[in-house]
């Protein structure tokens, strides 16, 4: 099965959050898949490649507007097509 149809090239800054001015709805038009130091992480909200960072939800924690609060955290980041 030959897909011609070419994905957009994976940003910098990424985010799931469709209010944040670093979401791209067309990249999630297909999975991505995150390294941190070597190891997939599957609860990833926001990734940084170039400053080496990720942020994941903290446990159940949420902030005044009811979205989870954020944690964040360092090493070496990839992202890729799965």
């Known amino acids: 099965m030959n897909d011609t149809t070419a994905k957009p090239a994976l940003p910098d800054r990424l985010s799931i959050n469709p209010r944040s001015p670093h979401h791209q709805a067309e990249v999630f038009e297909y ?6 130091n070597g190891k997939e992480r599957f609860d990833v909200e926001e990734y940084c490649i170039s400053e080496g960072w990720v942020k ?10 009811g979205q989870p609060l954020l944690t964040t955290l360092k090493g070496t980041v990839e992202a890729f097509y799965r």
């Open 31 to 36: 999975e991505i898949g995150i390294l941190l």
């Open 56 to 65: 994941v939800a903290a446990h159940k924690a949420l902030d005044r507007r």
